[in-house]
């Protein structure tokens, strides 16, 4: 769990931009945007692309910052949602407009040989954290956060009930959350 202090810090941040402050949108965009662009450009596979995908994300944490609601989750997974949901948007009408070659999904997701697993998840350092979770844990994350699958995709996918993969991405996320909390605290 994330400290009183923590979640205080938050909840003060989310009301200034909730009240319009736009040095609170400075800090957030100091202290997130670079986590954020990591993940954008990597389902969007560009940097140029990923600067645009995060500009219109952020943009949209502005002008619809009265909708987060913390009970549902922090800060920012709302705003990695938005970021990542914003990039596969984007990666789609790129591959629409056929100015981006739509990929094989065994180039996509090389789960079973490991090597395309490693890259993905050294992207925001966290790799060897994930690599410790379960693996039907892992394998959620992998696909929902580094390569940019819905879990409606990822339950398409692997042929299991879309229940089934909300568990566990939400056990995942959880396991996650209790290690950067651990980590915090010895910081």
């Known amino acids: 769990m994330e400290s009183n202090d923590q979640r205080q810090k938050e909840r003060l941040l989310v009301s200034r931009l909730k009240n319009g402050d736009q040095s609170a949108f400075g800090e957030v965009y100091d202290a997130y945007a670079s986590a954020l662009f990591g993940v954008v450009s990597k389902i969007v596979r560009s940097e140029g692309e990923g600067e ?3 500009q219109d994300a952020l943009v949209k944490v502005w002008k619809n910052i009265h909708s987060f ?9 709302w705003m990695l949602n938005i970021a990542r949901n914003s990039a596969i948007d984007r990666l789609r009408k790129l591959q629409k407009e056929g100015k ?5 999904i ?3 997701v090389d789960i079973e040989r490991g090597h395309q697993t490693a ?3 050294s992207v925001i350092g966290i790799g060897d954290l994930v690599d410790k979770l379960p693996e039907e844990h892992r394998l959620m994350v992998e696909y929902i956060y580094f390569n940019g699958y819905t879990q409606q995709e990822v339950a398409d996918e692997l042929d299991m009930p879309l229940g089934t ?4 991405i939400r056990a995942a996320v959880k396991s996650l959350r209790k290690v950067f909390t651990l980590l915090l605290f010895w910081i």
């Open 119 to 121: 890259i993905n998840t």
């Open 165 to 168: 993969v909300k568990t566990r």
């Open 106 to 108: 065994d180039f996509n």
């Open 69 to 77: 609601d913390e009970k549902k989750g922090t800060f920012f997974t």
């Open 100 to 104: 981006v070659e739509i990929q094989q």
């Open 52 to 54: 645009d995908v995060l």
